[in-house]
């Protein structure tokens, strides 16, 4: 009789070992998400000729050092393959800038492209 209790308390560690396999993400897991996804918005930044300064402005979610390090390392590329920044349009922009979260209308003496 007891070696079930024992045989359960050595068993329960090696049990919630696998509860990766569950869905539950663990810190550090979330941590290189967070890192991946600044560094992503940085290099997006850069690729449409933002500021660093502005990325900032318009990604206050973002973790500042991660999208730092992204906007630099898109930034040595472009530079080593000499590739020119893609500005996004200014309804694009307005959108943005607005947060409304999703397309933008016709601004001012733009039409509308579809």
């Known amino acids: 009789m007891r070696r079930l209790p024992l045989l359960l308390t050595i068993a329960a560690p090696l049990w919630l070992a696998g509860c990766d396999m569950l869905g539950i993400e663990s810190a550090s897991a979330a941590a290189a998400k967070r890192e991946a996804d600044g560094r992503a918005v940085g290099a997006g930044c850069r690729h449409a000729a933002r500021s660093v300064e502005q990325c ?59």
């Open 56 to 114: 900032f402005v318009l990604n206050k979610r973002a973790d500042r050092a991660a999208v730092f390090a992204g906007w630099r390392e898109m930034n040595d590329y472009m530079r080593e393959n000499k590739l020119e920044a893609m500005p996004a349009e200014p309804a694009t922009e307005l959108a943005a800038v607005e947060g409304d979260g999703g397309e933008a209308g016709p601004v001012k003496g733009m039409a509308a492209r579809r």
